[in-house]
């Protein structure tokens, strides 16, 4: 169980967005490769309309607005929790298994299990007690103790999704082992800070190009490594 401890500055730094970005690039890559080994890969692609849009990859300048968690989303329970011991885990095929692990984007792996109980694609699965957070593209299955976030308004895309993410990682930084367990109460009233615009509302096209920017440079990074060992084909 978790309860928050001291206070702390709950406002998004760049360091913050670019771990968040990078290890959700780094699991579509291993996805890709993984992918690509049984005959099925698709490319990882950069959108190149980012280039008439390039904005600098700093949050200096940028207005921040302060949200509750449950005026922005939906806290859905998993339709049905699947022990991981009673269940046969696939390295593919089925739908993804979400557990409160902080690695491989929160997935355990695959599993095939009845679609009546996949959970929602495109929302944010939060693994209670461990406050892993992470961005869930396709429908899937949930171990124990996962939250399912779901956007209210506005566009919930991959990319907003990861600035979203490293909002509330953020915000949750400042608990400690305790008692409250991250209950839909606490979840529901914890603040979190978000750029807006000069209507004071969410500015989603800042988070878009923001993170696609980020996207840009790792991606760059990544390509020049494989050039370098030989990897690139």
Do not use: C
């Amino acid at each position: 169980d978790w309860n928050q401890s001291a206070p702390v500055d709950t406002t998004p730094t760049l360091e913050d967005i670019k771990r968040t970005v990078s290890n959700y690039l780094a699991w579509e890559v291993s996805q890709l490769l993984k992918r690509q080994r049984q005959g099925q890969g698709n490319a990882l692609k950069v959108d190149s309309r980012i280039n008439a849009t390039r904005i600098n990859a700093t949050l200096e300048g940028v207005e921040w607005g302060e949200f509750k968690l449950g005026d922005l989303f939906e806290i859905r329970s998993s339709k049905r929790k699947f022990d991981a011991n009673k269940v046969r885990i696939l390295e593919s095929g089925g739908h993804p298994y979400v557990v409160r692990t902080s690695m491989n984007n929160g997935q355990k792996g695959f599993i095939d299990e009845d679609p009546r109980f996949l959970n929602e694609g495109n929302t944010i699965s939060f693994g209670q007690d461990t406050a892993t957070i992470f961005y869930q593209e396709l429908p899937y299955f949930t171990g124990n103790r996962i939250k399912v976030l779901k956007l209210k308004n506005g566009k919930l895309t991959r990319r907003t999704a990861q600035f979203f993410v490293s909002t509330m990682l953020r915000a949750f930084s400042g608990f400690s082992w305790g008692s409250s367990s991250f209950e839909t109460s606490v979840l529901r009233s914890q603040l979190l800070k978000l750029p807006v615009s000069k209507d004071k509302k969410i500015d989603f096209d800042f988070m878009e190009r923001f993170v696609a920017e980020i996207e840009k440079e790792r991606i760059a990074e990544l390509d020049a490594y494989l050039k370098v060992t030989g990897l690139k084909d």
